[in-house]
Nanobody, 118 residues
């Protein structure tokens, strides 16, 4: 079983920056896909950014391209989302996500709230 814990959410003003982190209870070598999704009130859960094992460029949602950056640290089993130039539309609960290499099972963190004030 895998547990994911997000941190770093909070209140930020438009144009500001925020950095989210996700810590996994297992090695990141267990996962072939990892990333961040978000869900606003009354909306579906949408892609923010993902990384795939083996390299390659990160995949970003269109609305965050150029503003957010995803990174991971295999040594620390942590993943981060750097959020720059945020706007009120970025207000959502942000979820950490991983997919297991062998089983294909997916795991989600509990979510962390990001609120961008006007």
């Amino acid at each position: 079983q895998v547990q994911l814990v997000e941190s770093g959410g909070g209140l930020v003003q438009p144009g500001g920056s925020l950095r989210l982190s996700c810590a996994a209870s297992r090695s990141f070598f267990s996962f072939n896909v990892m990333g961040w999704y978000r869900q606003s009130a009354g909306e579906e859960r949408d892609l923010v950014a993902t990384l795939t094992a083996g390299g390659g460029s990160p995949k970003y949602g269109d609305s965050v391209q150029g503003r957010f950056t995803i990174s991971r640290d295999y040594t620390k089993n942590t993943m981060s989302l750097q959020m720059n130039n945020v706007n009120p539309e970025d207000t959502a609960v942000y979820y950490c996500y991983v997919r297991n290499w062998n089983s294909g099972e997916e795991y989600w963190g509990q979510g962390t709230q990001v609120t961008v004030s006007s």
